[in-house]
């Protein structure tokens, strides 16, 4: 069965400080996959999306990247964080159709 | 530009209380509606993909309706562990990216 690992779970960094999550798919092979990141009270906004390895679409410009170096590992990175970028940060994969959504990870920026 | 919006952005119900949420959508070319229900602090769960209007869908006190322009999500004497936020989500267009719009979800509060 397809399975969905994402860390860490909580995260608390400084201003000005890189970032990096990580997230790997277990159990499929060339999944779509995706980063959202989530506000208090708020929709799932998507961050990036991959068809491929190397291949990475972003559909909101802002602080962060992403990158896909295995074909079953997504990573999201910052090289220096800003306040606004504390969230909820949510990795899925698709194959047919449907998200599963990783646990997430909470990103606090102080 | 795909656009969906949840009603009531809040709920609470007495157990037992049946009621419905709703999820109205604006998209070229719905591929599928989807469902899914978030318990804070965790990833969202899939409960329903929906494709076609007429269809339903349904699970144990849930039941999932679509029409051309909204969704509905029924719940049927509702009982606490179902409190959670319930997200809707659109996949629209003929890409291979499968990406999906999501609304701002309505939190659902079952009193005892």
């Known amino acids: 069965s397809q399975t969905i690992h994402q860390w860490p779970a909580t995260l608390v960094q400084p201003v000005g400080s890189p970032l990096s999550l990580e997230c790997t798919v277990e159990?499929?092979?060339?999944?779509?996959l995706y980063w959202y990141r989530q506000a208090a009270g708020r929709g799932l906004q998507l961050l990036f999306y991959?068809?491929?390895?190397?291949?990475i679409s972003s559909e909101v410009p802002q602080n962060l990247s992403a990158s896909r170096p295995q074909d079953r590992q997504f990573i999201l990175s910052s090289k220096k964080l800003l306040l606004s970028d504390s969230g909820f940060y949510l990795c899925?994969?698709?194959?047919?159709?449907?998200?599963?959504f990783g646990s997430g990870t909470r990103l606090t920026v102080v | 530009e795909d656009q969906v919006t949840q009603s009531p952005e809040a709920l609470r119900l007495q157990e037992g209380e049946s009621s419905s949420l709703n999820c109205s959508y604006t998209?070229?070319?719905?591929?599928?509606l989807f469902w899914y229900r978030q318990d804070p602090g965790k990833g969202p769960e899939f409960l329903f993909t929906?494709?076609?209007a007429g269809e339903e869908k349904e699970k144990e006190r849930l039941k999932a309706t679509l029409t051309k322009k909204e969704s509905f999500l029924h719940i049927t004497a509702p009982k606490p562990e179902d409190s959670a936020t319930y997200l809707c989500?659109?996949?629209?267009?003929?890409?291979?990216?499968?990406?999906?719009?999501f609304g701002s979800g309505t939190q659902l509060t079952v009193l005892p």
């Open positions: 989500a659109v996949q629209a267009g003929s890409g291979s990216a499968r990406q999906l719009t």
């Open positions: 929906l494709y076609s």
């Open positions: 899925a994969w698709s194959l047919r159709g449907g998200y599963t």
């Open positions: 991959s068809v491929g390895i190397g291949q």
């Open positions: 998209v070229s070319g719905l591929r599928g």
């Open positions: 159990g499929t092979s060339n999944p779509n």
